[in-house]
C-alpha cells in the first residue's frame, strides 16, 4: 500500500521557521523524483521544490529560493522541507510528491500569520 504521510505544518509568524516531513511507504523511494507542492486558497498547484532521485540536485520555484531547501534521506524514506523567512504568501497547504508514478500525499496545513 502506497503512503506519503506528510507533518510538520502549522501557525508561524512572519519570519519564522518550519520543517516539514514526508514519509513514504510502500514504493521504491530511492528511484523516485520527489517534490513539494503547495496549494493556497482559490489557487492552483504550485510547484515549489524537487529533488532529484540520486546526486541530490535540487531546484526550486522564484518565490521561495534563498529561504526554502529541499532534501531527502533515502535510508528512512524521507523527504523534507526546510522553510525559513516565511511570509503570509507561503500560507497554503503543502504536498508531498513522487513524481515517477505520480503519489500524492494528504497535505498539510502551513499558515503564517501574525
Known amino acids: 500500500q502506497v503512503q506519503l504521510v506528510e507533518s510538520g505544518g502549522g501557525l508561524v509568524q512572519p519570519g519564522g521557521s518550519l520543517r516539514l516531513s514526508c514519509a513514504a511507504s510502500?514504493?521504491?523511494?530511492?528511484?523516485?523524483?520527489m517534490s513539494w507542492y503547495r496549494q493556497a486558497p482559490g489557487k492552483g498547484r504550485e510547484l515549489v521544490a524537487v529533488?532529484?532521485?540520486?546526486?541530490?540536485?535540487?531546484n526550486y520555484v522564484d518565490s521561495v529560493k534563498g529561504r526554502f531547501t529541499i532534501s531527502r534521506d533515502n535510508a528512512k524514506n524521507t523527504v523534507y522541507l526546510q522553510m525559513n523567512n516565511l511570509q503570509p504568501e507561503d500560507t497554503a497547504v503543502y504536498y508531498c510528491h513522487a513524481e515517477l508514478n505520480d503519489y500524492w500525499g494528504q497535505g498539510t496545513q502551513v499558515t503564517v500569520s501574525s
Open positions: 529533488i532529484a532521485s540520486v546526486g541530490g540536485r535540487t
Open positions: 510502500g514504493f521504491f523511494f530511492s528511484s523516485h523524483v
